[in-house]
């Protein structure tokens, strides 16, 4: 990004106090330490910064530096960034950044703000926070107890415009919500980003806006996915149009290319298998011939069955005509005769019907009757119940009477309860009795809660108590045992070891396979007195690692130990190993053959423990390869040692670490000798006594209180059971008042309510009197209600005799009817006796008349049915002539013959595969496909051929170009610093494997290398991807570029080199400018 003040290049000196850099030795590739992997934060919190803006204690041990003209708007590229103002953003309350046009680098120490101005211009500019790997939300940026942040950023205008573009945004914490300007004008976010877009500004492109929280991200970018960044940064739009072009075009050739090849090897099997089945075919063929003739035979039936029906139709036709005038003429020679017996059926079924009309009138009469005979039932059924009716009412009379008396009676009996009045019923009096004592149970119902609930305080202090004695006395056991001392020693040590430790013992359901602690707990010296030699080959650090057999298992460890977890620990390493100790393992030479040095054995003999920890070990400690012994060298042994391949050994009490230098020759050796302490950690020392002491006073007093809570408790136990005891006394009174009180009142409420009774029995007595005035009046009603159903009665009686006689009228004229009707059956019946002759022969004719005419009809529908068939194939349009030319006479039998005589033909050639022909059919089908879709494909390619071609040929020397002007820059950058690099392209048949290739040489002895992960150091990784951004900067599109954290992951002399390559190339460059 653009640099903030003036001043000589200088050298930065790194402060032992205050560096940000951890470890200085590179960390293994596979293990991540807190110490060394990322820069410390410093103590101080970003909200106490102080208010009084930039110039203060905000930016107080920021160093700006600017290379260039100072504040003048001249060298600044249209949008290129020339003022930032914040206000309540993160750790800023006001400030204003006015860098310059060239180099602008912010320095400081961790906490100051430098990655909070970053933030601000991604934001300002209408941004996402996802492009800054950081917080999710935007209000998580506005300074800690505000409400709300504003950033204004102020951009170089175009030539043509008049003046620069000011972009501000003010965000709101509630709500998570922007509110954008543009020039002093409300405008909304698509149309910042439009403006940005138009300036060149692409903050989402890591050649461009690399936060510090994305550096990895940038550094991890794949050779594919680094050209692609290149080209949106430095190259104009249309070669990243054509490069997708051209990967859409290859991925279609490589597509049609494939289906060719497939389509064309299809088309020859298919040639090749069509040859092999002409004979079949030609076989085939001529027995089709022979089958379709048949299928001709066998369509003609229809045709001359036709002639066969159409024959015989007209002959049933002409005995249909004869059998019908025969019938005709017998008819009308014995039409009288047939006359006489019709008259005389005819009178029978006259007859008939006035039987049945008699025998409805008979049927009407019984009706009517039975109606008549209901309504006397009827009637006397009303007289049973006027009769019924005279009796309730007597015998309720004289009930009346009986309650005469008793009202009487009740009625004296209560006038002289009114006489005797109770004493008087005082209410309030009784509720103030009531009251009291529900008083005096209200305040012992208090004291029992203040009660209860100090003694529930008190027995949840006392689980608290004993949860804690429980606690002291495993810490007490543990003490005691010898894993409870390894555990205490790495307490005291380290403890952010120890807390890593009982985490993972906690959590071990999580992992794939078992994670082991430190080596300090896992292993042991087997024998005690190599413990100085084992020892003196440790680090500290080496005692503190974790170790993981899998790379999930580590991410775990990582994300939870030292990442944004709760935990977030320091003081830890942690490693992975994932093979065996027996793969692992490179011990120089045999254990035996070390004797005749006077050494006793290699180190990893002397040490016991899990064996992926012992793995871990041969590779950061080397045990496999350092060999010890107990007893001093002589001369000999010690001259043999330095010659042999045994590099470092430890004998007595000095550790010998042999250099050899092979390009001067055997002899050159150099060996440095070293003193070793006594053994501090596995030693198997006794527990620390001030330890187990503190544990033990400190049990001592939580049983002592534990059982003061517990005597305290009993006490409020008893107290609580005399309220009780109480509060029964007293609930035993109130239930005692209220049910006294209860009786007095309903005693006063019965005497005052006795006028109210006496009244209302008065006036039952009246209304007993009314009724009984009233009965002579119902009884006479009733007596004329039964005299008049009396007489209905009559009349109905008289009118149902009536019916009656009608009824025995019309039996009567019924069999008279039925004895007429008997007599004209009998005349019918005689009748037909005597002309049955006659009628015999008519049925006989007439019957004569029908079979024939039934034949006619039968065959007609035949011939008919068969025309209609015949009508159907012709439709048809298949052979019409053959069937017009069918010879009239031919007969069924003929035509059976002739299809017998082809089916012999058919029989005597076999079809020896019947699906031949219909195979070789589909198969040529197949064939003409293919070959049409062959001929297209061709054309297809020759055409993506010639695109790829044409758009290749735009767009390969413009990247050859391009990265040619990159590599210039980018050795330029390295010769600065007395190194050497190039980039280059790698092309590939496959344009979406087109990727940059970035070779360098920080060595003399060295030559150029490919960048990746496993050649180089992480240090030298950054310093290359600075050098790389910095040759995108004089070709790129951007106005401005920003990278957070510039010398990341850098050891102290890499981060000089970089410091003084940026600085030296940036002011060379103004310096050319100028």
């Not at 001359?304 to 002409?318: L, P, S």
């Not at 180190?603 to 010890?628: F, K, N, Q, W």
Request: glycine content about 6%; overall charge negative.
């Amino acid at each position: 990004m653009p640099s903030l003040s003036t001043g000589n290049r200088r050298r930065r000196v790194p402060d032992p106090e205050s560096s940000d850099e951890g470890d200085d030795s590179p960390a293994p590739t596979n293990s991540r330490v807190s110490g060394a992997s990322k820069r410390a934060r410093t103590g101080q919190d970003s909200s106490q910064l102080s208010d009084d803006g930039l110039d203060q204690s905000a930016m107080k041990g920021i160093a700006l530096r600017r290379n260039g003209n100072g504040h003048s708007q001249d060298g600044f590229q249209p949008g290129a960034i020339t003022r930032v103002k914040v206000n309540n953003f993160v750790t800023y309350e006001d400030a204003v950044f006015n860098p310059g046009p060239n180099l602008n680098m912010v320095i400081g120490p961790n906490g100051t703000g430098k990655s909070s101005l970053v933030c601000a211009i991604c934001i300002g500019l209408g941004y996402g926070a996802a492009n800054l790997g950081r917080a999710a939300k935007f209000s998580e940026f506005v300074k800690h107890g505000k409400d709300q942040a504003t950033i204004e950023i102020e951009l170089q205008r175009k030539p043509e415009d008049r003046s620069n573009y000011i972009i501000k945004v003010r965000i709101t914490r509630e709500g998570d919500k922007r509110k954008w300007w543009i020039n002093g004008s409300e405008a909304p976010l698509k149309n910042v980003q439009q403006l940005v877009r138009g300036l060149g500004i692409q903050v989402d492109n890591l050649c461009q806006f690399l936060p510090q929280d994305r550096v990895s991200e940038f550094s991890g970018l794949s050779p594919v996915a680094l050209l692609h960044e290149t080209q949106r940064a430095a190259a104009p739009p249309e070669m990243l149009t054509w490069h997708d072009e051209l990967k859409d075009l290859r991925k279609n050739q490589k597509g049609i290319q494939l289906n060719l090849e497939t389509d064309e090897e299809t088309l020859r099997t298919q040639e090749e298998r069509q040859e092999g089945l002409r004979g079949d075919v030609e076989r085939l063929q001529e027995r089709a011939q022979i089958q379709e003739k048949i299928a001709l035979l066998e369509s003609s039936v229809p045709f001359v069955d036709y002639n066969v029906k159409r024959r015989h139709y007209i002959e049933c036709r002409e005995r249909a005509r004869e059998a019908k005038n025969q019938l005709v003429a017998l008819e009308a020679e014995f039409a009288p005769t047939v006359q006489a017996v019709n008259n005389k059926e005819e009178y029978h079924r006259r007859i008939d019907v006035a039987v049945k009309e008699r025998k409805k009138d008979l049927q009407n009469s019984e009706r009517a009757a039975d109606n008549f005979f209901a309504q006397v039932e009827e009637a006397n059924e009303s007289i049973k119940e006027l009769e019924q009716k005279a009796k309730s009412e007597r015998d309720g009379e004289q009930k009346r009477k009986q309650q005469y008396a008793a009202i009487k009676e009740k009625i004296a009996a209560l006038e002289a309860q009114l006489k005797n009045e109770p004493p008087a019923f005082d209410g309030p009096e009784w509720n103030a009795k009531i009251r009291a004592e529900e008083h005096k149970c209200r305040e012992i119902e208090a004291e029992q809660r203040q009660v209860t609930e100090k003694r529930e305080d008190l027995d949840r202090q006392g689980l608290d108590v004993r949860a804690r004695v429980a606690e002291k006395e495993r810490e007490l056991a543990t003490l005691n045992s010898q894993q409870g001392k390894n555990i205490s020693l790495l307490r005291s040590i380290s403890r952010d070891a120890a807390t890593a430790w009982e985490w993972i013992q906690a959590n071990r359901s999580k992992f794939e396979k078992d994670v082991f602690g430190p080596p300090l707990i896992e292993c042991r010296v087997k024998d005690p007195r190599y413990a100085n030699a084992i020892e003196s080959l440790f680090q500290k650090n080496d005692f503190m690692v974790i170790t993981a057999q899998t790379s999930a298992d580590f991410k775990i460890l990582d994300e939870q130990l030292l990442g944004a977890s709760n935990l977030r620990l320091a003081d830890i390493n942690l490693r992975t190993v994932s093979r065996s100790l027996g793969q692992v393992r490179s011990s120089p030479m045999p254990t035996h053959e070390l004797e005749k040095f006077g050494l006793d054995g290699w180190a990893l003999d002397y040490v016991d423990g899990p064996e992926p920890v012992l793995s871990m070990l041969c590779g950061a400690v080397r045990l496999d390869r350092i060999a010890v012994g107990l007893k001093d060298l002589n001369e000999s042994q010690y001259n043999a040692l330095t010659s042999s391949a045994v590099s470092t050994f430890v004998t007595g009490r000095s550790h010998y670490s042999v250099q050899r230098r092979r390009e001067y020759g055997p002899g050159a050796t150099s060996t440095t000798t070293k003193s070793i302490q006594n053994a501090r950690y596995w030693t198997g020392q006794p527990i620390d006594t001030n330890d187990k002491h503190e544990l033990e006073e400190t049990l001592k007093g939580l049983r002592e209180n534990f059982d003061v809570m517990k005597v305290e408790s009993g006490g409020l136990k008893e107290k609580l059971r005399v309220l009780g005891e109480q509060r029964s006394t007293i609930l035993e009174t109130i239930k005692i008042l209220k049910a006294k009180k209860n009786e007095a009142q309903l005693i006063a409420g019965r005497f005052q309510a006795l006028p109210g009774k006496i009244e209302r029995e008065k006036e039952n007595f009246q209304a007993v009197k009314l009724v009984s005035d009233n009965y002579r009046a119902r009884m006479r009603e009733i007596e004329a209600q039964s005299d008049e159903l009396v007489l209905k009665k009559n009349a109905l009686s008289i009118d149902y005799k009536a019916l009656v006689q009608g009824i025995r009228t019309a039996h009567l004229s019924l069999q008279e009817a039925k004895f007429r009707l008997i007599e004209a059956a009998s005349d019918v019946e005689s009748l037909k006796e005597h002309s049955s002759n006659i009628t015999r022969r008519v049925q006989e004719e007439r019957q004569n008349y029908e079979r024939a005419n039934e034949e006619y009809k039968n065959v007609k529908a035949q011939a008919i049915a068969v025309h209609n068939q015949c009508i159907s194939i012709l439709a048809e349009g298949n052979n019409k002539e053959y069937f017009e030319t069918i010879d009239k006479d031919l007969t069924i039998e003929q035509l059976e013959q002739d299809i017998d005589a082809e089916k012999s033909k058919l029989d005597y050639i076999h079809d020896g595969n019947p699906g031949a022909l219909r195979e070789f059919e589909t198969r040529q089908a197949t064939i003409d496909r293919l070959t049409a879709t062959i001929t297209s494909a061709r054309a297809e390619l020759t055409s993506v051929d010639a695109s790829i071609a044409s758009l290749r040929s735009r767009w390969e020397p413009e990247l050859d170009k391009l990265i040619a002007s990159i590599s210039a820059a980018f050795a330029h950058n390295f010769e600065q610093i007395g190194c050497a690099g190039e980039v280059g392209v790698h092309k590939d048949e496959d344009f979406d494997l087109w990727a940059i290739e970035i070779r360098v040489k920080f060595r003399e002895n060295e030559t150029l290398q490919q960048l990746d992960q496993h050649r180089q150091s992480g240090g030298e990784r950054s310093v290359s991807t600075i050098f790389y951004l910095m040759a995108l900067q004089s070709l790129a599109r951007s106005p401005f570029r920003v990278v957070d954290e510039i010398n990341q992951g850098m050891d102290p002399r890499n981060e000089r080199m970089e410091d003084e390559g940026v600085v030296y190339c940036e002011w060379g460059a103004y310096a050319e400018g100028s």
